[in-house]
């Protein structure tokens, strides 16, 4: 019962490297999204997908690519990273109209 | 677009004094209400969810949260503070994007410390 799952949880990048973070889910849910957390912010939306193929910005969505091929995987992608990007970033999945949505773990990313 | 103002960054009480945790909201329609606890260095979890059913919302760990809607507000409350309480804790609506997908508008978080 794995519900929604993060890789990496923790990972150093250099300024300007590219990497992705990975997030599946098992519970055939249509509606994925990413959150970031900054320190007396919150969380705020970066993008989030629909279904397989769809996808819509968020608060937050500058500097960040994200597609959806599967119903089950969400990629986020930081093409040039920036030490503005240091979050913590998280990963959510809901079944339409459901009023339940379910987080991952959360991955921990610092930007050098 | 839907706002969430958490009064008070940060919290402080005794251990067994009240606990209360003050989130307004700006919404035009009665919205899904969400609160969520985080403890150092973990995910989000669930506390408990307003849906439109019951005003009075009883969640996890003996928190509760009452909907009023004349006030737009959903504090969260506990009778008795204990020391595993001590997190940060987040109010977050429901706000609906593209194709009615479910998106959650959060406050700023207020961190609750728990004094011996």
């Known amino acids: 019962n794995a519900g929604v799952t993060q890789t990496p949880k923790f990972q150093v990048l250099k300024t300007g490297q590219s990497m992705t973070l990975q997030c599946a889910q098992d519970m055939n849910h249509e509606y994925m999204s990413w959150y970031r957390q900054d320190p007396g912010m919150g969380l705020r939306l970066i993008h989030y997908s629909v279904g397989a193929g769809i996808t819509d910005q968020g608060e937050v969505p500058n500097g960040y690519n994200v597609s959806r091929s599967t119903t089950e995987d969400f990629p986020l992608r930081l093409l040039s990273a920036a030490p503005s990007q240091t979050s913590v970033y998280f990963c959510?999945?809901?079944?339409?109209?459901?009023?339940?949505?379910?987080f991952g773990e959360g991955s921990w990313l610092t930007v050098v | 677009a839907q706002s969430v103002t958490q009064l008070g960054s940060h919290v402080s009480v005794s251990e067994g004094a009240l606990v209360l945790l003050r989130c307004n909201y700006s919404s035009s329609v009665p919205p899904y209400l969400f609160w969520y606890v985080q403890y150092p260095n973990q995910g989000l979890q669930l506390l408990l969810k307003?849906?439109?059913?019951?005003?009075l919302v009883k969640g996890i760990n003996g928190f509760e949260a009452e909907f009023k809607k004349s006030e737009t507000s959903f504090h969260l409350t506990k009778p008795s503070a204990h020391m595993s309480d001590a997190a940060e804790y987040f109010c977050?609506?429901?706000?609906?994007?593209?194709?009615?997908?479910?998106?959650?508008?959060f406050g700023q978080g207020t961190r609750l410390t728990i004094n011996p």
């Open positions: 977050a609506v429901s706000d609906l994007g593209y194709q009615g997908a479910q998106k959650l508008v």
């Open positions: 959510a999945s809901s079944p339409p109209g459901g009023s339940t949505i379910y």
């Open positions: 307003y849906t439109s059913a019951a005003t």
